[in-house]
T-cell receptor, first 113, second 111 residues
Framework: DVKVTQSSRYLVKRTGEKVFLECVQDMDHENMFWYRQDPGLGLRLIYFSYDVKMKEKGDIPEGYSVSREKKERFSLILESASTNQTSMYLC????????????FGQGTRLTVV | AQSVTQLGSHVSVSEGALVLLRCNYSSSVPPYLFWYVQYPNQGLQLLLKYTTGATLVKGINGFEAEFKKSETSFHLTKPSAHMSDAAEYFCAVPPGYALNFGKGTSLLVTP
């Protein structure tokens, strides 16, 4: 069974903390993505990566960075967490072809207080 | 850039009634199109996808969608709603490596 695993389902962090969200996939996929999901706004792309050490900005990269040191792992970093980053974060992976589906993790609900 | 618009942020149907969730895409070139479903507190799961070929696409759980180039639409339907269909549904298109999602439609099924 294919899997995308996010390290935490729920996180509570304080304003100003550095936050790491981890994602691991076991399907040898080239592409990995981080999305943010907010009510009424759907899913918005933060960053994606199509290869190890490669990254591309999505629609809302401000306040975030990413790291992909190994093919199976893609980390999202909030350098200094703020309350407006309270959200659901979804990781996904896919093959390089555009007509293939993306597989999603269960999501991490992050609350910044 | 390719994008999708979902009409109706909330749709309510009775159990056993027809489900129709609307999605229109913006593109001069027939794109790839996807429908995903998200059950409460879970990630997204693929329902079905259109790539090339047959314009009527069948997916999981009895859902299907028809690609209509003349209407730039890819509406999702199910003949008879079940209580377990209550979820959020997203239409998506891949302009590049990543998917552009619509804002989602929340489906409520009433007894």
């Amino acid at each position: 069974d294919v899997k995308v695993t996010q390290s935490s389902r729920y996180l509570v962090k304080r304003t100003g903390e550095k936050v790491f969200l981890e994602c691991v996939q076991d399907m040898d996929h080239e592409n990995m993505f981080w999305y943010r999901q907010d009510p009424g706004l759907g899913l918005r792309l933060i960053y994606f990566s199509y290869d190890v050490k490669m990254k591309e900005k999505g629609d809302i990269p401000e306040g975030y960075s990413v790291s992909r040191e190994k093919k199976e792992r893609f980390s999202l970093i909030l350098e200094s967490a703020s309350t407006n980053q309270t959200s659901m974060y979804l990781c996904a992976s896919s093959l390089l072809d555009r007509n293939t589906e993306a597989f999603f993790g269960q999501g991490t609900r992050l609350t910044v207080v | 850039a390719q994008s999708v618009t979902q009409l109706g942020s909330h749709v309510s149907v009775s159990e056993g009634a027809l489900v129709l969730l609307r999605c229109n895409y913006s593109s001069s070139v027939p794109p790839y199109l996807f429908w995903y479903v998200q059950y409460p507190n879970q990630g997204l799961q693929l329902l079905l996808k259109y790539t090339t070929g047959a314009t009527l696409v069948k997916g999981i759980n009895g859902f299907e969608a028809e690609f209509k180039k003349s209407e730039t639409s890819f509406h999702l339907t199910k003949p008879s709603a079940h209580m377990s269909d209550a979820a959020e549904y997203f239409c998506a298109v891949p302009p590049g490596y990543a998917l552009n999602f619509g804002k989602g439609t929340s489906l409520l099924v009433t007894p």
